[in-house]
């Protein structure tokens, strides 16, 4: 991953703690897209997949979203 990437991943899980602690109106919508930009971000990267993967489970759980 690139550092323009790894920071981009840093901020989309920022995001997604605060929609996680907000829940504003189209939290479910606005999760969905932030998850799919992650898997976007760490398909290419084994070990960061390896990582991220299992959190995105725990995310779609917390948020309450059915597996994409």
Do not use: C, F, K, N
């Amino acid at each position: 991953m690139s550092y323009a990437e790894t920071r981009e991943l840093v901020r989309l899980r920022y995001d997604l703690r605060r929609l996680l602690a907000e829940r504003p109106p189209g939290a479910d919508a606005d999760a969905r897209r932030l998850i799919t930009r992650i898997e976007e971000l760490v398909a290419a990267d084994t070990e960061e997949s390896a990582v991220v993967v299992p959190e995105l489970a725990r995310w779609a759980v917390s948020l309450s979203l059915a597996p994409s």
